[in-house]
């Protein structure tokens, strides 16, 4: 599967790359997350349960980025074992852009399943794949508008 996309982010460049490195903004935007632990330099581990058509699953993965360019770009590559439903394994390159509203958030990403999600079809897989890529967005957002808010705030009283 082939993924690729980008959006506009309500937030400065650095703001966003920040967040895009913390797991506890992580955790609080991927959708079904219920771990997050670790750090960029290091590496991510998560437990994330999704339901993919009829296949539910708990998945137990483990993230590492790397060509890293601060405040930029880097590459995300992971896998995510489900069990009897599967796994899900892929790499992600992200590039940040500044932008009139923002920052200009560009993902590409490259995933193989195997196990009964393979059986779901591509289709089916993909349509997931955006649901899910388009909730982590609207939570990141969310995740980020306290923040600006407050810099907005302290901006006006300075």
């Known amino acids: 599967m082939i993924l690729s996309g980008s959006k506009v982010i309500d937030a400065d460049r650095q703001t966003v790359w920040t967040a895009l490195n913390d797991a506890e903004i992580l955790k609080r935007c991927i959708p079904g997350c219920q771990e997050m632990t670790g ?8 437990v994330v349960t999704q339901k993919i ?12 980025i790397s060509d890293v360019i601060p405040a930029q770009s880097y590459r995300i590559t992971g896998e995510g074992k489900g069990g009897a439903a599967g796994f899900a394994k892929g790499g992600a390159t992200v590039t940040l852009e500044d932008a009139d509203e923002g920052t200009l958030l560009t993902y590409d990403v490259e995933a193989r399943v195997g196990g009964k999600l393979a059986s779901l079809g591509g289709r089916i897989i993909t349509g997931v794949a955006r649901k899910l890529a388009d909730r982590f967005f609207e939570n990141f957002q969310q995740a980020l508008a306290p923040e600006e808010e407050e810099a907005e705030e302290e901006r006006a009283e300075g």
Request: glycine share 16%.
């Open 53 to 64: 058509g009829p296949v539910k699953a708990t998945f137990r993965g483990t993230v590492a």
């Open 39 to 46: 750090n960029a330099e290091d590496g991510f581990e998560a």
